[in-house]
C-alpha cells in the first residue's frame, strides 16, 4: 500500500508539471505520457510487482499477482510410528511409513503401483478454506514432493478439486483430475517434483475447497513399478492485489 501511495505521488506530480529528480534508473522506468516521472529503485518494488503501460496520454499500473503458498506434509512419523497426515480411504488407499535415514526423520505415504494387491488408483484429500481475498477464476497449482526406489519409467499422479459455498450440501462429485506422467530419476531415492494446475472455475473466495491426489496405477501411462512415496503437496493460490 505504502509503494501505492509513493506511486500516486510520482504521477500527480507529473501531471502538475513538477518533474521529480529521477537521476539515473539502476531498475525500470515509470512512464507518464511518455516522459520518465521515476525509476523503480526509488520505490519500494522490484520490475516483477508491476508494469507499466501508456495509451495515449494515459497510463496505467497493473500489479504482478500475489501468491499464497500452503504446504502439506504426507505424513508424520513419532518414535517410530507413522501416520497420514491427510484423510485416507479405507480402500484403494496408500500406506504411511517413517523413512529414516542417517540424518534426516519424515513421514511418507506409499502409493503402490497395483501389482498383484488389486489397487488401482491409491488415493488422499485434504480440506481447507479458500482465503476471502482469494482471485476467483485463477487455477490452484499442486506441487508434489515424491521419490521411488525404482531409477525408470513413470508414475501418472493425478490431482482433482470442488469447492462447497455456504448453504451447499459437502459431499459433491469432484470436478475432472489433471494428470502427469512424471519419471523417475536416474538415481534411486533422489526426489522428484511434479506440478498440477487445477482449474477451479466453479470456487469462489472464503468456500471450502475438498483437494484430492491420487496414483492412476491402473493407467497405461503408469509404468513404474514398486511405490511412489509422497513426501508432501505445496498448495499455491493466487489472492487479489490491493
Known sequence: MRALIVLGLVLAAARAGAQPAVGNCVGAQLLQDGAVVGCMDQLDLTALDFTVTQSGTRSAVVLAPITTALYLPAAACVNGTAAAAWDVPTSD?????????????KGILNFDDGTGTGITAPSIQSTFML?????????????????????????RWCAQLVCVADAETDDPAFNT??????????????????????????????????????????????????????????????RLTP
Not at 93 to 105: E, K, Q, S, Y
Not at 209 to 214: A, G, I, T
Request: charged content about 10%; glycine content about 4%; hydrophobic content about 40%.
Open 93 to 105: 488407499a496408500p500406506v504411511a511409513a517413517c523413512a529414516t535415514g542417517t540424518n534426516t526423520l
Open 177 to 238: 483430475a489433471v494428470c502427469v506422467n512424471d519419471t523417475a530419476k536416474g538415481t534411486t531415492l533422489q526426489t522428484n517434483d511434479v506440478s498440477l494446475s487445477l482449474p477451479s472455475t466453479t470456487c469462489s473466495a472464503s468456500e471450502l475447497l475438498h483437494l484430492k491426489v491420487y496414483r492412476d496405477s491402473d493407467n497405461a501411462a503408469d509404468t513404474m513399478t514398486g511405490n511412489a512415496s509422497l513426501v508432501g503437496a505445496r498448495v499455491t493460490l493466487t
Open 131 to 155: 482465503p476471502a481475498m482469494w482471485q476467483s477464476g485463477t487455477n490452484v497449482v499442486v506441487d508434489l514432493k515424491w521419490y521411488a526406489a525404482a531409477t525408470t519409467n513413470a508414475t
